[in-house]
């Protein structure tokens, strides 16, 4: 995460670089600093790194975005461009594209749209799940629709479910408590 921390960016995909990107530094909560999702860590120098790079948190110094990890993503999917920092999250059980609120809508444009779609229906035959985080906001996206789940909290986990229709087994998306006993019925990836 951050400038500083490519020289031990041993997953970097040969040819991708940060060009001054500091942009999760603003999208991706932090919890050892209680940092929510969507604000500039006050460690940032904004386009330069990290002021506390040796100091820096774990979940710093482990991050690594899809741009730089996945030689799939094309170009347009630079964050510094694109305002979409993608991740992987849970154990690889869901794919998070974490958007700048300054730029909200950045996600429903093309490429990016048409991809969350691939990835969702590809998600779906796995019970996997692709998720939208604009500061608090999430917003799970399914094949057949977008599901707004609204502010997520510390306490609650996103869960899918299963549900018949007459086109076959179609999936919901809710947000449940972690003491819910509902929860474990339903499809939960973390
Ligand atoms: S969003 Fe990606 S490219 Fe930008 S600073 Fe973070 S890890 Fe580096
Ligand atoms: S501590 Fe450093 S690397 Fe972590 S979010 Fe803040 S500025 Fe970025």
Not at 7 to 21: E, F, I, S, T
Not at 24 to 51: F, N, S, T, Y
Not at 55 to 81: N, Q
Not at 165 to 180: I, R
Request: glycine share 10%; net charge positive.
């Amino acid at each position: 995460m951050t400038a500083s921390s490519a020289p031990d960016a041993d997953p970097v995909v040969p040819g991708r670089g940060y060009d001054g990107c500091t942009l999760c530094c603003k999208l991706l909560g932090i919890a050892e600093l209680g940092k929510p999702k969507g604000v500039w860590c006050g460690h940032c120098d904004i386009g330069v790194g990290c002021r506390i790079y040796a100091m820096r948190p774990p979940s710093c110094g482990e991050f690594h975005c899809g741009f730089l990890t996945l030689g799939t993503l094309k170009e347009a999917w630079r964050p510094s461009k694109c305002k979409i920092v993608v991740a992987a999250e849970a154990g690889g059980r869901r794919l998070a594209a974490y958007v700048d609120p300054g730029r909200p809508d950045a996600w429903k444009a093309e490429p990016y749209y048409s991809q969350l779609k691939e990835w969702a229906r590809l998600a779906a035959r796995k019970r996997n799940q692709v998720v939208v985080c604009i500061g608090p906001q999430t917003i799970v996206i399914l094949p057949d629709k977008d599901v707004d789940l609204g502010v997520v909290g510390d306490d609650e986990m996103i869960v899918m479910q299963e549900i018949p229709s007459p086109a076959g087994p179609k999936l919901e998306a809710h947000k449940v408590k972690h003491s819910d006993p509902r929860a474990a019925k339903l499809i939960n990836p973390t």
